[in-house]
Structures are given as C-alpha cells and as structure tokens.
C-alpha cells in the first residue's frame, strides 16, 4: 500500500513511511500478531462476557494517511 502510494504521488517510500507513522500515536504499523492476539483472546474463556463489539486495532490512528 505505501509503495503504491509513493508510486502515485511520485514521493519516496521513506517520506510516505514517515507520513504513515505520524498519524500512528504509538508510531509503529499494526503487526499480524497484534491481531492474532486480540483474535486469541477473543476466543478465550476471558472474553466470556464480551459480545457485539467493534475493537479497532489501527495504532490508535489519529488523522487519514
């Protein structure tokens, strides 16, 4: 997604990165296993009494990149 985005707008992977990140309050993009952890749980005996939410796993995004 970024390369492309770099691509279309003739900037560098590295600057659209940086731009990415920004937005990003705990600036770092949203790894696979954050996801299968929340999946996980979600799954788990603990999560028991949790039904019909959204979570948003999104970095805590802050702005549209």
Do not use: C, Y
Not at 33 to 44: M, Q, R
Not at 56 to 65: E, K, L, N
């Amino acid at each position: 997604v970024l390369q492309g985005r770099a691509d279309s707008s003739g900037r560098s992977l590295e600057d659209v990165t940086a731009d990415a990140l920004r937005i990003q309050s705990i600036k770092r993009f949203v790894d696979p296993n954050d996801i299968a952890a929340l999946s996980l749980f979600l799954a788990s005996d603990k999560a028991r009494s949790i039904s019909g939410q959204t979570i948003a796993i999104d970095g805590d995004s802050i702005g549209a990149a």
